[in-house]
Every structure is written in structure tokens, then in C-alpha cells.
């Protein structure tokens, strides 16, 4: 279980490690580079070219603005990959939710929301779950909780409005 998260700036890591964590609570392998789709294409295109024959099963790319890595990496591997558009000052992330969205057939990019790096890195686990029995019985055991965590917070906000009654 490896996976590669691949961002175009270190600056987009603190959207990302809500994922990165995430990733690493469930005990799939992760690394984080920083690459950039136009300012080191030739790096991005190897990491794309070698990422299968280097252990990895899919990657997560990150970028804002233009936004082109996880396209550029998409073009250059078979393995899947999961695009997280960032939110940049400008056009509040618009500009890269279409940049990572709007790809050619042939070259698909299951995109996620704008900063939506935590359902990337779901959406990571349960593509590999595919292949790991127990990774799907981790995932369904952090819907389990989720349900029980709103469960737990209609209560709260029931019992306050009226005294628990429904």
C-alpha cells in the first residue's frame, strides 16, 4: 500500500495534510514531493514515468492556479490518480478545480473538491481496498464512527432545544 502525494508548491501542504494523515492513520506507506508541472516538468514527468516500477499504486496530485500536474501526471502512468484543485487567492480555487476536472479522454483525474484533500485521501483507500481486505475494514469501520459522531451531535443539539424530544 504506497502512495505518492505530489503538490506543485510546498505551500499547498497545509491543505494536504489533513490527507497525508489521514493516509497514514489507515497505515498506507506515503511520501510527499514537491513538483511543479511548469517549473520542473522533466521531474514531474519522470516521477509519472517511474512511479509504477517505484512501488507506487496511485498518486494524489495537488496543485492551484493553472494547475496542470495532476493531468501531466495522469498522461505519463497507468497507475490512478486523484486530483486535489487548491484555492488560491485568485478566483477562489475555480481556476484549478476546472484546470484538474476538465481532462481529455483518454487521461482521466477522479477530482476531488476544492481543498479537498481528506476525500482524496478516502477516495485513496478505498481504490486500494480493492486490493486490501483490511483497509476496507478500516474504512468501514471510520463510516461507522462518523455516523455515530452525528448521532452523538443531534442528541446534544436535541437535548438542548427541548429536552431530548424528537
Known amino acids: 500500500m504506497k502512495v505518492a502525494i505530489v503538490m506543485g508548491s510546498d505551500s499547498d501542504f497545509p491543505i494536504i495534510e489533513k490527507g497525508y494523515n489521514i493516509l497514514k492513520d489507515f497505515g498506507v506507506d ?19 514515468k517511474n512511479a509504477e516500477a517505484d512501488g507506487y499504486e496511485l498518486i494524489i496530485g495537488a496543485a492551484g492556479k493553472a494547475a496542470h500536474l495532476p493531468g501531466i501526471l495522469a498522461g ?15 478566483l477562489d480555487g475555480m481556476d484549478a478545480l ?13 477530482t476531488v473538491a476544492i481543498n479537498g484533500a481528506d476525500n482524496a485521501a478516502l477516495l485513496a483507500i478505498q481504490i486500494l481496498s480493492v486490493k486490501y481486505e483490511e483497509l476496507r ?15 452523538q451531535k443531534d442528541k446534544k443539539l436535541n437535548d438542548k432545544l427541548n429536552g431530548g424530544q424528537r
Do not use: W
Open 137 to 151: 475494514v478500516k474504512f468501514k469501520e471510520y463510516k461507522k464512527q462518523m455516523a455515530e459522531k452525528v448521532f
Open 98 to 110: 476546472f484546470s484538474v476536472v476538465q481532462m481529455p479522454p483518454g487521461v482521466p483525474v477522479a
Open 30 to 48: 506515503v511520501i510527499v514531493r514537491v513538483i511543479s508541472a511548469h517549473r520542473t516538468p522533466d521531474a514531474a514527468l519522470n516521477f509519472a
Open 76 to 90: 505519463c502512468t497507468a497507475l490512478p490518480v486523484i486530483g486535489v484543485p487548491i484555492k488560491s487567492s485568485e
